[in-house]
């Protein structure tokens, strides 16, 4: 009887260690100052940053769609085909909360801006990508809502030269 018991304990000892030794927890390091560490953005991601200090200045506030695939306040996407990826940002400034969109485009290894469109939304509840009229650049559709966010629409955006521009807008 002790003898089965004890095997028991033993295979008991050795799975718990192997369950500690396989987590993502950390036993020896207690630093609180590692614990406390906001997450860092990825280099391009920090360069887009700059890029936006840049041409915004301090104050604007990146806001996130709420719902769909591209959910991050900086969406990286390449919408000319050229292999490179663009940055997509909606953001606000000052007290009125209605929403801007930036696009941004890598030109060596700098950020510049390609495209901006004020909208009269105060909130972006989805956002996509399509070529929909086939030149080779993707445009940006858009679900906007609205202060109550009781109303709510579609918006076709399309990148020119150097403009973002409305295409398409829908209830």
Known sequence: MKRYFFKKFLIGLIGA????SLCACSLTDTSIDELMRPPQLSQSRQQVQAALQNILGT?????????????SSINLQDLNGDEQNEAIC?????EIQLLDVLVLRKEGDAWSQWGRF????TKVEQLSF???DGDGIKEL????????GSEKLMEILQLGEDRLS??????
């Open 90 to 94: 909606f953001f606000t400034t000052g």
């Open 59 to 71: 104050s604007y506030h990146l806001i996130a769609p709420t719902d769909g695939e591209h959910r």
């Open 17 to 20: 260690c192997l369950c500690l």
């Open 141 to 148: 559709i858009v679900g906007w809502s609205y202060l109550t």
């Open 166 to 171: 409305s295409q398409y807008k829908q209830k």
């Open 118 to 121: 004020n909208s009269d939304a």
């Open 130 to 132: 399509s070529d929909m």
